[in-house]
Nanobody, 124 residues
Framework: QVQLVESGGGLVEPGGSLTLSCAASGFSTDTYSIGWFRQAPGKEREGVSAIYSSDGTTYYADSVKGRFTISSDNAKTTIYLQMNNLKPEDTAVYFC?????????????????WGQGIQVTVSS
């Protein structure tokens, strides 16, 4: 059973940084995707970033390119989302999610397992 647990959220001032972590376990395949998604109040869920286990291919939403970086540890059991130069519009609940294949990019419908989500608030 795939389990995903997010941590590292909180309150940060505009221009600040946070690093989200996604502790992952229970994978049944060596080829998979991990994505970060977010949902702000009153808005639809959107893809933020994704990484493929097979070759490290990464994807970023245009709104976070150059500010966010996705990475994983050597064991690929923790996936990070380094968020720099945060803006108030980055405020949302952030989720990590797992898909048992690659090729889906940040299409949330193809991710089968989701973490519980963690709040990120950017405010002065």
């Amino acid at each position: 059973q795939v389990q995903l647990v997010e941590s590292g959220g909180g309150l940060v001032e505009p221009g600040g940084s946070l690093t989200l972590s996604c502790a992952a376990s229970g994978f049944s395949t060596d080829t998979y995707s991990i994505g970060w998604f977010r949902q702000a109040p009153g808005k639809e869920r959107e893809g933020v970033s994704a990484i493929y286990s097979s070759d490290g291919t990464t994807y970023y939403a245009d709104s976070v390119k150059g500010r966010f970086t996705i990475s994983s540890d050597n064991a690929k059991t923790t996936i990070y989302l380094q968020m720099n130069n945060l803006k108030p519009e980055d405020t949302a609940v952030y989720f990590c999610a797992y898909a048992d294949s690659t090729g889906y990019g940040m299409l949330g419908a193809f991710y089968e397992y989701w973490g519980q989500g963690i709040q990120v608030t950017v405010s002065s």
